[in-house]
């Protein structure tokens, strides 16, 4: 049993879920809490966190924090969506979060939330479908994801969360026809570009998660809102939604509360909710749309326990893979020569374990800089290293937590010229183990960068180990090879520099 918990710190709530997982099963919860904090309110109306809501958020993320050491997770992970990701006072709020919450706060992109909504989808669908849509409402953002044979094809993040919207748009209980007609422009503007590129997917199963999904389905099933478990695998109909929609926006909000499903909070936020529903099930779908509990903090279960399994491998995963490639290809950088320096640079790594003794998760993040330590070119070759730094800190790069990012970034950066230093800046910012494992990484991507020196992958195995206070990699090749050995030598004093051993480069044939 291996016990998780994650944290979602969204627009208009804040969840925590606590999980053991098991081989061959997801995850069964052990605790889970929401607490409406709406600190999108403030966001969208003046553009930062307010005082009361930054208080009310640190006071929960305590309390959920107490609960986590209750059940003694393997591991906690915190993210913040939407507001935070546009508030102007996001630093202080991240550093009040983390400290309440006793871990690191990240702010997820838009692009990440949707990877993690779809993965929590998958991970509790109870069949598999070829082909899914899934729509994801919440307070600040709604998450548009197509996928096929479990892999993600399209993802859009959209400014069409429910409390965005009541505060930009809805001014009136019930709101005013003018209002209304504004609102129904502005959500159709927004999916412009996705219903471009996706068009009507009659075929994929479509599929609503949040409380926005959860209340609709509710509320033409006539479901209780304290039974939304029963909600699950239920379906709503277009003719169906648009009935509730016509009801909604003819009621004030103590009017709505009373419906089947609509909470008093709810009800405060529901209208442009369904108003967003309702178009996407409209233009997008065969007609229906299925509600789903899965949410954001169960792809943050399933993340975590998947890292668990897929760094024992010591690989990127499909996700990173993915990420890594596409952003190199994005950069113009030849992707022959990034696939045999991440081969190169995992080959040492695992072969010079016992030199390093780094969790074999790093593998990974050595790997992800292999790919990405010549992005830099398309800036400039002039100081390409630390371009690379800048394009890798600050891209998107789903898959990849923050601090796994900065410290792919960080290694790219010394994958040429001066060694790691604590007087450099982005250096200093991580953590103490992250300084000391970059340290060790780099002198393996300057070996493994070295030998495809010509770009030409001459080089078709490598072999490294300890011999008498020395390390000695071997290399087999095809002819033509000096150049890149004469590189990879010259990575020499910067490896023994790091680990007081001798670095000797020899050929085989």
């Known amino acids: 049993m291996s016990i998780y918990a994650a944290i979602d710190i969204g627009s208009n709530s804040i969840r925590l879920a606590v999980a053991d997982t098991e081989p061959g099963r997801f995850y069964k919860l052990l605790a889970a809490e929401r607490q409406v904090t709406r600190i999108g309110e403030s966001v969208f109306a003046g553009g930062k966190i307010g005082e009361k809501a930054m208080e009310d958020t640190c006071a929960v993320l305590g309390r959920f924090a107490a609960a986590c050491q209750k059940w003694q997770p393997v591991a906690v992970r915190a993210v913040a969506t939407s507001a935070v990701r546009d508030a102007s006072n996001q630093a202080e709020f991240l550093a009040r979060a983390s400290k309440a919450a006793g871990v690191p706060v990240q702010v997820i992109s838009g692009r990440e939330e949707a990877r993690l909504i779809h993965l929590g989808v998958l991970a509790r669908w109870p069949r598999p ?12 953002s709604a998450e548009v994801i197509w996928s096929q044979s479990g892999e993600i094809r399209y993802s859009k993040s959209l400014p069409l969360g429910a409390v965005r919207l009541t505060e930009s748009f809805l001014q009136h209980d ?47 099933n006539r479901i209780r809102s304290s039974d939304r478990e029963e909600a699950a695998g239920r379906r709503a109909r277009y003719r169906e939604i648009q009935a509730l ?126 790919y990405l330590h010549d992005v830099g070119h398309y800036v400039s070759s002039i100081r390409h290293h630390k371009h690379s730094y800048y394009l890798v800190a600050n891209s998107d790069m789903p898959g990849f937590t923050d601090r796994e990012q900065l410290i792919v970034a960080n290694i790219c950066r010394y994958h040429r010229k001066a060694l790691p230093s604590d007087e450099h800046d982005h250096f200093r910012t991580l953590r103490p ?72 480069v020899a050929s085989q044939r």
């Open 245 to 370: 929609y016509r009801r909604l926006i003819r009621m004030d909000c103590r009017e709505r509360q009373r419906i089947p499903g609509i909470g008093p909070r709810r009800a405060e936020i529901i209208v442009p909710g369904v108003a967003v529903l309702q178009y996407f099930v409209e233009h997008f779908t065969g007609g229906a749309i299925y509600y789903s509990p899965a949410g954001l903090r169960d792809g943050l279960i399933a993340d975590l326990a998947a890292r668990r399994v897929t760094s024992e491998a010591a690989s990127l995963d499909k996700q990173q893979r993915r990420t890594v490639v596409e952003m190199a290809r994005r950069y113009g950088v030849s992707l022959p020569h990034a696939r045999q320096v991440a081969v190169l640079a995992r080959s040492l790594f695992l072969n010079l374990a016992s030199a390093h003794r780094l969790p074999l998760a790093y593998a990974r993040l050595l790997e992800a800089a292999a």
């Open 174 to 220: 019930p709101p005013a026809e003018e209002e209304l007609a504004e609102l129904h422009e502005y959500i159709q503007q927004q999916f412009v570009g996705t219903l471009r590129r996706l068009g009507r997917c009659s075929k994929a199963r479509a599929i609503g998660t949040s409380a926005t999904a959860a209340a609709a389905v509710c509320a033409v």
């Open 433 to 504: 183990d992250e300084r000391r494992a970059v340290a060790l990484l780099v002198p393996l991507l300057r070996v493994a960068d070295g030998l495809d020196r010509g770009h030409r992958q001459l080089v078709t195995s490598v072999q490294a180990e300890a011999q008498n206070g020395r390390i000695c990699v071997f290399v087999k090749w095809r002819p033509g090879l000096e150049l890149d050995l004469w590189a990879a030598r010259r990575a020499a004093p910067s490896f023994s520099q790091v680990y007081h051993l001798e670095l000797v």
């Open 129 to 140: 479908d070829p082909e899914m849509l899934v729509l994801d409402i919440g307070g600040g």
